[in-house]
Each structure stands twice: as C-alpha cells, then as structure tokens.
C-alpha cells in the first residue's frame, strides 16, 4: 500500500493518467475510488471529468458531494435528449 500511496501522492499529472487508466482498464474502478479517496488524490476529477461521467458520479456520492452529481445527471440527460429529439 505504501507504494500506492507514493504513486498517488506524485505530482506528475501524466503519471496519474497512465494510473487510472490501468485501474479503469482492469475493472479496477471501485478500487481506483476508494485509494484516490484515501490518498486524496487531485487528479481524478479532471481526469473523469470528460471521459468517464458515470465513474465520476460514483466518486462524487463517495465524497458525499451531492449536487455535483445531480448537476452530472442533468447535462447527461440533456446531452441525450438532444440527441433523441
């Protein structure tokens, strides 16, 4: 875990990346929240941010920020309605 931790903890944005990648990759992804969390990583909502809505919900009502997560649920329902109609 400490090596974990040392990755999580590194400022080299690039890395952490290549980091969530492979957890998101190797249906890691409860994992990958629960250590960013812990190591209270500043990467991971710029990273889920585009790619990754779903995940990023997820790690959202992890750290208990709630209207983050309706305001997601909002844009990815008007991204679909847009889409339908």
């Known amino acids: 875990m400490q090596v974990l931790q040392t990755a999580l903890s590194s400022k080299d ?5 290549l980091l969530y990648q492979w957890f998101i990759q190797n249906n890691l992804t409860k994992q990958l929240l629960e250590y960013c969390i812990k190591y209270d990583s500043s990467y991971i909502e710029g990273f889920l941010d585009a790619d990754y809505p779903e995940i990023l919900a997820n790690y959202y009502i992890l750290v208990h920020k709630y209207v983050e997560v309706f305001i997601l649920r ?10 339908l109609f």
């Open 13 to 17: 944005e690039l890395f952490h990346v």
């Open 74 to 83: 909002i844009c990815f329902f008007q991204c679909v309605y847009f889409i």
